[in-house]
């Protein structure tokens, strides 16, 4: 089982700058990559970036340019950083990790933190 816990989202201004965390615990090293997803109010839940152990990344085209993920393994500590933020940008930001086990792979997920861009 992983726990994840994520922290940072508040209310920002256009153009603004943010930087997520999410920290996990629990069975670690069954994970092989994490993310970050967004869901905004009458949307659907949306991929915003995502790392793997390889530290290979991927971006949404929404985020490229803008959207940094990064991994801090030490810390088992996942980060996002958002950068220009735009209104659109508006949403509860979701933490994802892939773990497998000997049944296949599981998504573990926090409980979300919301960013507010807004003037």
């Known amino acids: 089982q992983v726990h994840l816990v994520e922290s940072g989202g508040v209310l920002v201004q256009p153009g603004g700058s943010l930087r997520l965390s999410c920290a996990a615990s629990?069975?670690?090293?069954?994970?092989?990559?994490m993310g970050w997803y967004r869901q905004a109010p009458g949307k659907q839940r949306e991929l915003v970036a995502a790392?793997?152990?390889?530290?290979?990344?991927t971006y949404a085209d929404s985020g490229k340019g803008r959207f940094t993920i990064s991994r801090d393994n030490t810390e088992n500590t996942m980060f996002l950083h958002m950068n220009n933020l735009k209104l659109e940008d508006t949403a509860v930001y979701y933490c994802?990790?892939?773990?497998?086990?000997?049944?296949?792979?599981?998504?573990?997920w926090g409980k979300g933190t919301l960013v507010t861009v807004s003037s």
């Open positions: 994802n990790a892939v773990g497998t086990d000997e049944n296949g792979s599981i998504d573990y």
């Open positions: 629990g069975s670690i090293f069954s994970i092989v990559s």
């Open positions: 790392i793997t152990n390889g530290e290979k990344t």
